[in-house]
Nanobody, 116 residues
Framework: DVQLQAFGGGLVQAGGSLRLSCAVSGLTVDDYTFGWFRQAPGKEREGVSCISRSENSTYYTDSVKGRFTISSDNAENTVYLQMNSLKSEDTAVYYC?????????WGQGTKVTVSS
């Protein structure tokens, strides 16, 4: 039974930082590509960042480059998103997803609110 649990969201002032975690069970993080997605009120879900340990690659959408860092921890089987210099436009529900070819697993969202 594969489960992804996202947590670490909260309320933070603009310019502050949060660290989101996606704890994974039922599969090995290194065997999948993992991504963070977010959805703001009234907007469609967008991709924020993704990581592939097998390909040694990361991706960031332009709006978060230089501010966010995605990483994974093999021992903890967890994917992280370090979010620095947060802006009000980063306010959204953040979701994690892991996929490999036709397999795809979504976690529950964690809410990030950035106040100005």
């Amino acid at each position: 039974d594969v489960q992804l649990q996202a947590f670490g969201g909260g309320l933070v002032q603009a310019g502050g930082s949060l660290r989101l975690s996606c704890a994974v069970s039922g599969l090995t993080v290194d065997d999948y590509t993992f991504g963070w997605f977010r959805q703001a009120p009234g907007k469609e879900r967008e991709g924020v960042s993704c990581i592939s340990r097998s390909e040694n690659s990361t991706y960031y959408t332009d709006s978060v480059k230089g501010r966010f860092t995605i990483s994974s921890d093999n021992a903890e089987n967890t994917v992280y998103l370090q979010m620095n210099s947060l802006k009000s436009e980063d306010t959204a529900v953040y979701y994690c997803n892991g996929w490999y070819r036709r397999e795809s697993y979504w976690g529950q969202g964690t809410k990030v609110t950035v106040s100005s």
